[in-house]
């Protein structure tokens, strides 16, 4: 990972989660995004000690929670998503 690389993932969900309105805009999905975002933070996890992961899993709760709140399923996603599943919401109705 690459320097304050969680602490950018962490403020594009805090940036996405500030819009007004029931549903994240499709804007919050341009590239680099919030789901590049979260690839992102599921990468840390992987690799950092577990005090750390423990702190950030907890984060991550929260986050996906809210993530999913504002976004709806997608009926047709890719299959390489299934491991991921944030990318298989749908961004706005």
Request: glycine share 6%; hydrophobic share 40%; aromatic share 14%.
């Amino acid at each position: 990972m690459w320097p304050n690389a969680v602490a950018k993932a962490l403020s594009c969900f805090e940036w996405a989660f500030k819009e007004p309105g029931r549903y994240l805009d499709a804007s919050a999905f341009d590239a680099p995004g919030v789901g590049d975002a979260r690839d992102d933070l599921e990468w840390a996890m992987l690799h950092l000690p577990p005090g750390a992961r423990r702190d950030l899993g907890r984060l991550l709760t929260l986050i996906d929670k809210e993530f999913e709140r504002r976004t709806l399923p997608e009926p047709n996603y890719n299959e390489w998503a299934t491991t991921r599943w944030w990318w298989t919401r749908s961004r706005e109705r």
